[in-house]
DNA sequence: TTGGAAAGTCAATAATGCTGACTTATATTG
DNA sequence: CAATATAAGTCAGCATTATTGACTTTCCAA
């Protein structure tokens, strides 16, 4: 036996009850909706989506990073990342250099036109996070982000710093 | 002046840090799609989507729910919603009542089922959130919801519990 | 030199969202 | 009571993002 009473035992066990996974659940619903819309608010001016948000995103974040690698970050099909793609490198946002190692390979990066609409998407995004984060405090952003880690498949922590 | 020195304050702040901050950006991307994952791989055996299992949820967890307040929770066109909402009357997942003190409002409700399917989506989520908890224990959790919480409109916090 | 990997493309289809215009039923207000 | 407003539902058209399947080009590596 441990030194905890049954009764303690359950309270303790009260964070896993149905109820709380259930709203859980409705948080992470309510909170990647105000996630994406400031930058979803800025595209409505654009010819552009949430789709090429995110590959902005990860390629700045990534510079030099593959079509493959990618890929595998945004878990979609090639044909569905190559319309975006096709687009922000046609439109000079993207640019796509032959790999030295493989020239099989594409290395993507930014554009300066592209650093600058992505900082304005990022800059929209981090504000709301920044205010978030703030208002929490360090404690509660570390827990954040520990169960953030532990929802997400363990294969994409190879994606994070 | 604080009795911390400015080397503490900025340890303090360490967490505001851009890089911080697009950490939890794409924690949030990462772990959204896990999120979303098991409930999708089972609508593959049907000819529903996500949009179907949100409706579901909220249905289930507010019974006899009207049409408006699910719009206002899902933040999506009467249209869009309606699609969606009339495949699953017509299939008798969800039943449509008329309102006893408004006869203009509809009062929605899963059938048995409904409720059969919204289960086992419901199960499927709960899985992974439950396994998220635990291993990250009620403190982390506590952050977790906190962090959630000023993420969101603060508007649509009335639609939580 | 052959087999496979990386990238790109074409075509067809599906799910989910939008705007705009309109109807029906019912409640509320002047 | 008549006018107005609200709740729901519908039709049509279109955009975005995703899918599967089939195929090509280029190039690395065994």
Redo the contacts between chains.
Sequence with gaps: MTRHSNAAKAE?LL??T??????????????????T?DPDQILQNYTYGRAHH?AL?FIQ?NPDITVSTLLDIL?VTKQSLNRVLRQLVIDKLVDSKIGKRDRRERNLQLTQEGQELERRL?EA??K??????????????????????????PQ?KI???
Excluded: C, W
């Excluded at 709301?128 to 498949?153: C, E, H, S, W």
């Design positions: 303790n964070f896993l149905d109820d709380q996974l259930l709203q859980g659940i409705e948080l992470m619903f309510f909170a990647y909706k105000g996630f819309s995110r995103h974040r878990g990022s995004q981090r709301r996070m920044r205010a978030a984060y703030k208002a929490a405090g360090p404690d509660a952003v570390q827990g954040f982000r520990t169960v953030l880690q532990n929802i997400m498949d994409m994606h994070l710093d």
